[in-house]
Nanobody, 125 residues
Framework: QVQLVESGGGLVQAGGSLRLSCAAS????????MGWFRQAPGKEREFVAA????????RYADSVKGRFTISRDNAKNTVYLKMNSLKPEDTAVYYC??????????????????WGQGTQVTVSS
């Protein structure tokens, strides 16, 4: 079992920045791809970014490419999402997720076994 706790959400003006963190605990000795997803009111949960266990492979949704950066510090069992040039349409609850894989960097929610509770990001216009 892996427990995930997100932090760093909040209210920011359009064009601003935030950095989300996701701290993992429990069976962290295993290898996990880590991902960020988001869900806006009335919409399905969607993929944002993911990073492989080594950090050598990353994937991004087209809507955030060039603005968001995912990274991880395995020594601290933490993954980050730096969000720049935020837009009102980025407003959502952001979830951290873990996929038990050393190699695959999934973009589908069903590929991830463990989820955090989410952190709210609100971007005002």
């Amino acid at each position: 079992q892996v427990q995930l706790v997100e932090s760093g959400g909040g209210l920011v003006q359009a064009g601003g920045s935030l950095r989300l963190s996701c701290a993992a605990s429990g069976r962290t000795s295993s290898s996990y791809t880590m991902g960020w997803f988001r869900q806006a009111p009335g919409k399905e949960r969607e993929f944002v970014a993911a990073i492989s266990w080594s950090g050598g492979s990353t994937r991004y949704a087209d809507s955030v490419k060039g603005r968001f950066t995912i990274s991880r510090d395995n020594a601290k069992n933490t993954v980050y999402l730096k969000m720049n040039s935020l837009k009102p349409e980025d407003t959502a609850v952001y979830y951290c997720a873990a996929e038990p894989s050393r190699v695959r960097v999934g973009t589908l929610t069903r590929q991830y076994d463990y989820w955090g509770q989410g952190t709210q990001v609100t971007v005002s216009s």
